[in-house]
């Protein structure tokens, strides 16, 4: 689960703990990192939680990358894993593994260029603290949400209610396929002009 902070971990505060450092992406995401996690990708901004026989592969070697969400990151190995991807009371505009796709085709246009980035502490569950250059993306007006009906055309896209919260679902490598056709075909495919 995406456990981020990029919030509370900043270019003035650029400090970032494992275990201490809540995230910043809803109570589920929380309770899934404080109470069933056994591992946390070392990453300022964008860290995932993790339990199960994959934990240690999808959070391996995220903090050797300049970029919030590169190929190796939690979110890029998705893909490799035949992921499937629940959102609860959400949609695809939370979804991170797209900026994994847009720093592969265009980092330069959604990531701040390499002089921006800033060294951050980051100190993992053992205690030892890691110095990690980061770029973090640009703020930009993303339509993640758009290839919802594109899925759903094609059958590959599910909605439905649990409670009072609508879940959406699909698997990683339908929305990688997607997103990579449109933005190959347009680089700033994933922006749109309407705040």
Known sequence: MPVMTW???TIEQPY???VETASETGILSEVFRTEYATARSIHPT???AACGPLADFLIADHQNSVTPCPPNSPFGRLDEVDAHILMI????????AMHCWEEQIAPEYYVRPLSEAVIYDCRDREG???KIRARRHKSLNRDFPKFAPVLEREGLYRRGRVGD???QFCKCRDLRRVVLEALSEDPT???T???
């Open 7 to 9: 919030r509370q971990v």
């Open 16 to 18: 970032f703990d494992e």
């Open 46 to 48: 964008h860290s995932a």
């Open 89 to 96: 009371g959400v949609g695809l505009e939370t979804v991170t």
């Open 128 to 130: 030892f603290v890691h």
């Open 165 to 167: 919260a609508e879940w």
């Open 189 to 191: 495919a994933m922006v």
């Open 193 to 195: 002009d309407v705040a």
